[in-house]
């Protein structure tokens, strides 16, 4: 999931949000989403429509949501269900398939 709402308050502001679901539960996912909540983060996301973006570029997203645990069922997900956002200076940056993939290419 991804968004980027203009927020229209006293200030205006582009509002960038990006959710992920983290199956399973590690020491490794904890440990991620654990940096989602004390950190600001930026993102190199691909939208199901195919545009590449890059969002939470100046102040950088946060955790506002991270939950986990298991299901009701053993076919119910278990996991993270994280959702990140931030107030940003301009909308997403749109870049090239080429510039993604070296982006994404440096992930840590």
């Known amino acids: 999931m991804y968004s980027d709402n203009t927020v229209f308050n006293v200030n205006r502001y582009p509002k960038h949000i990006v959710g992920m679901q983290l199956a399973g539960r590690t020491d490794d996912l904890n440990e991620v989403a654990k940096t989602f909540d004390l950190t600001r983060n930026s993102f190199a996301v691909k939208t199901f429509t195919g545009e590449n973006l890059v969002i939470g570029m100046s102040n950088g997203l946060v955790a506002e949501k991270d939950d986990s645990g298991a299901g009701a069922t053993t076919e119910g997900f278990n996991g993270f269900d994280i959702v990140l956002s931030g107030g940003e200076t301009t909308k997403a940056i749109i870049i090239s398939d080429a510039d993604f ?8």
């Open 101 to 108: 993939a070296a982006l994404a290419g440096r992930v840590v």
